[in-house]
């Protein structure tokens, strides 16, 4: 009877075990499939959004020959004396990024906005984003225009490239105008940016997906709804193409390439930073070392964030103005 009974139960156990390790396998399938769908799905709607962000885009600006390429710049204001502007590393779409500093300048000066290769308007190239590099299109596009004598006016990064920029030209140069600015050898410039699979997130639609769920970083800044679309369309477009990314990957040796290197005596310098900055130990006085170096230098802390220009423009544009005044009168 015991045997009997054990003989009727090991079907059941087999059958019972089989369905078992069928969902088990199932489940390990669906987990699998899952995320293999999602990925198919997002790479599905980047590739349709990619085409519909490409088409949605508006032409601004003015296209120079740089190199056999296309760089766009914005060239707008008052006939005179002019203000150049450079972005910092990772500005998409740099004369839109720039519209309410524009805006604050150009009844004074003749403003030029440039989008560096890789941003904005521009072509994505494949020259290597050195601060030579950098500068010399940046240059040359501005010869092409006929511009000689100017302002240089810089965010973040572009405070590097100023320095390649005076030592090279420093003949053309008005004066230096930092927003932000970054100085060489200041804490954490020989980190390197992570770059890794971000082409790849982009391409299976991960990078869209976030950027949809983050939130709008122009929201509450003074910037209308046309020009945040197009903000938005351009940061998708460049953020993680390869021109931007080899810039990116080339911050730190363009930093090691200007360590130690301070601007002409001669040359006037205004830097504005940011009041506070917890993130960077000793900000303020290392733009105070770096006003101290010239013979002309000026330090003017503002409260806000790293990008100065969203929300403290008018103040740039006055300070700007009061400190140029007396270098521009012939």
């Known amino acids: 009877m015991y045997i009997a009974g ?14 078992s390790l069928k969902i088990t396998l199932l489940t390990v399938g669906a987990i699998i499939a899952l995320p293999v769908l999602l990925l198919t799905t997002t790479s ?12 949605g885009i508006t032409a601004y600006g003015k296209l120079v020959p740089v190199d056999g390429h296309q760089m766009n ?37 003749r403003v030029v906005a440039v989008e560096p ?19 010399r299109e940046v240059h040359d596009a501005l010869q092409y225009l006929g511009i000689t004598r100017y302002v240089l006016m810089g965010h973040s990064i572009a405070g590097i490239y100023a320095l390649e920029y005076s030592a090279a030209y420093a003949g053309e140069l008005v004066a230096f105008v930092g927003i932000d600015s970054s100085v060489p050898d200041q804490p954490g410039w020989d980190s390197s940016i992570p770059t890794e699979g971000l082409a790849q997130l982009r391409d299976v639609g991960i990078l869209r997906a976030l950027a949809a769920i983050s939130g709008d970083p122009y929201d509450g800044k003074p910037y209308d709804d046309q020009t945040k679309k197009q903000i938005s369309l351009l940061t998708t477009k460049n953020s993680s193409a390869p021109t931007m990314l080899d810039e990116m990957e080339r911050a730190s040796s363009n ?25 960077v130990p000793g900000w303020l006085e290392l733009h105070q070392r770096q006003a101290a170096g010239v013979e002309h230098g000026k330090v003017i802390p503002l409260a806000g964030e790293h990008y100065l ?10 300070d700007t103005e009061a400190f140029l005044a007396p270098l521009l009168v012939h």
């Open 6 to 19: 054990l003989r009727t139960a090991l079907p059941e156990t087999r059958i019972s075990l089989r369905k």
């Open 44 to 55: 599905l709607v980047n590739v349709v959004a990619t085409k519909s962000d490409l088409a």
């Open 73 to 109: 710049v914005v060239d707008t204001g008052t006939p005179g004396e002019t203000i150049v502007l450079l972005p910092g590393l990772g500005t998409a779409a740099p004369a839109l990024d720039f519209q309410p500093l524009i805006s604050e300048l150009d009844d004074t000066y």
């Open 117 to 135: 290769f890789g941003t904005g308007l521009s072509d994505q190239i494949d020259t290597p984003r050195t601060a030579a590099n950098i500068t």
């Open 255 to 279: 930093f090691s390439s200007v360590s130690g290197a301070s601007f002409p005596a001669s040359l006037p310098v205004l830097l504005f930073t940011v009041k506070d900055d917890p993130e």
């Open 309 to 318: 220009h969203h929300t403290q423009s008018r103040e740039i544009a006055r």
